[in-house]
């Protein structure tokens, strides 16, 4: 019977999770559903000298905020758990001591400051030290001290580590689903500490063994990881449960937008985008790093163009709803290179997303922004004046930038266009057409427009004379839609009030 897919995100909880962690899970997620499998989290928080606080509870946010709801894992249930590593730490004993057993690994007892002292050493004859098969039976360990004495030691509780033994010259050959054969030679490779005498695991002993307890079927996690592989492959070997092991695949790094180099936090802070799914408040500094969802980016715009960073669909498509990107989601169309990432088009996504929206929902989200600034309307007013600026913005926020002055009369007037459109006798112009809006009794678009256009044709004035002129008193500037609608939405009194009032600011 072919095995329930089963795949994890395994973040360590040392900070806010990196939009290419937020990737990482994404493409986990759609790999599970797509294969119709399970999605886990599990915290994998077995350093805790990196503990961050707060860091778990806003990984758990982001997921959710984005819709990669887990399965199963911490603040989500499911049966494999607990799925928080250090709450797991009794589990891992035996395996540390089944691979000492089998001679897969070894106790070592040089303290920090003897390997310190070595890598010292190393320096100065421009080499690095590495605890490896060139120099463990120059060190402290049990490949190197009798029985007793590795017995005393152990009895009068001093501390060690775990060491897994590194096998001399062998190629580890495996097939990544992204990357294909992919090889590595042991001689090559050190010897991880896989435990300590504290009784905790590091990464490599527990991600392995927590795969193999949860079932886990296949490893999607990011490139950083791949030098990791051959470790994780020798310890399913050496713990005897290889046969149904994860299968790996490596994701690509996300670049910089000038597409060298891993994007990182500074290049955010530097280019004024977000790199973090949520705002971020460091516990320790109180630093705060910006959020997509703060900077007012829709979760499916974020997903969408994370979605494409490193992976393409085969076809020109470019918009895709999050079942759709299940529907057509695979491994195979993950490139191996680096994927540059581009801030602008961030936006571009979240503008599409908006243009997406109706009036009604816009309205609804554009509500408590406006009652913050303490601006009352109503909804059905509100979502008549969303839908004329709505293709002018990107971002919720922009709805205020087209639109304050629906709400708020200018308080000042653009000098430039004053300078060019203000005549001397556009105040006249403007006094008697206010006067003839006093007459229209009944005030929408298109009545105004019509009695507006008689009296300009037996004025026999232009258009262009008073337009620009009329928009500055009720806009500010020559910009936003179609004045004769802005009349209309904004009233009779306050139109006629906004002309008068410019009329008498404007000499
Ligand atoms: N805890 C690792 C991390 O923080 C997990 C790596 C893996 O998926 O194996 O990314």
New binding site residues.
Partial sequence: MERKVRV?????P?GPLHMG?VR?ALFNYLFAKKHGGDFLLRI?DTDQNRFVPGAEAYIIEALKWCGLVPDEGVGFGGDLGPYRQSERKPMYRKYADSLIENGSAYYAFDTAEELDQLRKEFEVRREVFSYDLHTRDGLKNSLTLSAKEVEEKLQSGQHYVIRFKMPVNRDIVEEDLIRGRVSFNTNQLDDKVLFKSDGMPT?HLA?VVDDHLMNITH?I??E??LP?MPLHILLYESLGISENRPQFSHLPLILKPEGKGKLSKRDGDKMGFPVFPLLWKDPETGDISRGYREDGYFPEAFINMLALLGWSPGTEQEFFSMDELIEVFDLAHVVKSGARFDPAKAKWFNRHYLQQKTPAELAGLFFPFLNEKGISTDLDHLEQIVGMIQDRCEFVKDLWEQGHYFFLAPESYDEKIIQKKWKPDTNEKLQSIAELFETITEWNAEAIKESFSTFMTEKEWGFGVVMVPIRLALVGSSSGPDLFAIFEMIGKEETIGRIRKACLVIQ
């Fill in positions: 994890r995100f395994a973040p360590s040392t962690g990482t994998e990464y991600n490893v996690r990011g950083e990881w990791s």
